[in-house]
Each structure stands twice: as C-alpha cells, then as structure tokens.
C-alpha cells in the first residue's frame, strides 16, 4: 500500500488532519481519479484527488457499496460540478450579462439568476440570494462560466429543489466508476 500525509485546511471540518494513511484504492469516473482510504475509525472512507494532498471525509463505507461511494465523490468534486452545469443546464429565456433576468432549465426544474446594477444574483425557492456585486471581488468569469459560478457560491446545488437532480445524475455517472487496488 501507498503511505501519503494528510493535510487538512485548519476551517474545513471536512477534511482530515495531518497523519499517516494507506491509500487502498484507486477510482476513475471518466478522465478523474481518486485516492480512497480508511480514516482512522475503520469504518468511514475519506477520498483526494491524485493532485491534492487534502483527504476528504466520505459519509458512505464499503458496505454501502462502490457506485453509491462514486455517486457521493460526484457530488463533491468543483469540476465534476461545473460539468454537469455544462451539459444540464439550459437557457430558456434571457441573456448573459445583461441587466434582467435568466431563466434556465435544470432537468425540468426551473433555474433563475438575475442580473442588477448591485450584481447578481440566483433565486433558491423563494428567495433571491446575492452571488456576485460586480465589485473589485467580483467573479473573474462573464457569460454561462459566471452563471455556473454563482450556482455553486450561493449554495443553489445543495437546494432542495436541485438535490434530487444531483443526485439522480451522480449515481447514473457513478455506475461506469472504474476501481482498483492499490498495492
């Protein structure tokens, strides 16, 4: 087995602080891969990507089995994120960076982020919540790159309204995780 350091960030209580681990498997989703190991219960899994030196806690055991692992391991990745915004989600009606809104189709639910002078924003049930004021901390991104950002800032893919679209999507890209181990 492969012994690496963990690192944690010392404000994400998702990730693992600094000891030694084994890496026992390795799981590829498509171009990504990922470092599986043990945390120190036995039990829980913890997952990094082959660059990262932070592990990250994993709520699902082997006992729950590899696809449901690979579903949750989706669902936590940025990039694997800002894929699926790529090819899910749809504008209906209105343009990017222009005053007004945008309206958007995610899998047949509806998705709104609206453009004002103060900046943008995207609407998570009933409620509009700010993303971006365009100020000099302002997203680096225009067009649909800043529309996928501001999904993800503002918390709008973990709503309850989108949950059920993640996760229907993860566990379907899950089903082709490859894995092996790590001797």
Request: glycine share 8%.
């Amino acid at each position: 087995m492969m012994q690496e350091t963990r690192v944690e960030a010392e404000a994400d209580m998702s990730c693992v602080t600094a000891s030694r681990i084994d890496t026992f498997a390795r799981l590829t989703i498509g171009q990504r891969t990922y470092d599986i190991a043990e945390a120190e219960d036995g039990e829980r899994l913890m997952f990094r990507t082959e660059c990262e030196e932070k592990w990250m806690r994993l709520e699902h055991t082997r006992d729950d089995g590899w696809t449901t692992i690979a579903a949750e391991i989706v669902q936590s990745d940025p990039d694997v994120m800002d894929h699926f915004l790529s090819t899910h989600l749809v504008r209906v009606d209105g343009e990017f960076d222009e005053l007004g809104d945008v309206s958007f189709d995610l899998l047949g639910r509806d998705v709104r982020l609206r453009y004002e002078q103060s900046g943008l924003s995207v609407l998570i049930g009933n409620e509009w919540r700010q993303a971006d004021t365009f100020s000099g901390e302002a997203m680096p991104l225009n067009g649909r790159a800043r529309c996928h950002a501001a999904l993800v800032r503002t918390g709008a893919m973990q709503s309850e309204e989108l949950v059920p679209a993640m996760r229907e999507w993860s566990g379907r890209i899950a089903r082709g995780a490859r894995v092996i181990p790590v001797l």
